[in-house]
């Protein structure tokens, strides 16, 4: 059974820093896609960042230059790191395996001074 447990998340201030990480279990991690996605409160979900098993990445627009996903094989695990984070940025964050369509529960990410 595949799952994806996030964490990370908390209440920062802007322009501060927090790291996500995604933990896997049950699948072939090193050989996939592993992508980050948020919803904020009456928004729909959006795309955050994905990483190939190349290492390849992309970002959405609005997290370019800020935002960094990277991920760790040995430890079956992605994460991304958020800086320069700004009150737009507050959502729940998920962690999402395209290959099995599997979503994480997500972890609250709140920029506020």
């Known amino acids: 059974q595949v799952q994806l447990v996030e964490s990370g998340g908390g209440l920062v201030q802007p322009g501060g820093s927090l790291r996500l990480s995604c933990t896997t279990s049950g699948f072939s991690f090193s050989w996939n896609t592993m992508s980050w996605y948020r919803q904020a409160p009456e928004k729909q979900r959006e795309f955050v960042a994905s990483?190939?098993?190349?290492?390849?990445?992309a970002y959405g627009d609005s997290v370019k230059g800020r935002f960094t996903i990277s991920r760790d094989n040995a430890k079956n695990t992605v994460y991304l790191q958020m800086n320069s984070l700004k009150p737009d940025d507050t959502a729940v964050y998920y962690c999402y395996t395209p290959s099995d369509g599997t979503w994480g529960q997500g972890t609250q990410v709140t920029v506020s001074s």
């Open positions: 990483i190939n098993n190349y290492g390849t990445t």
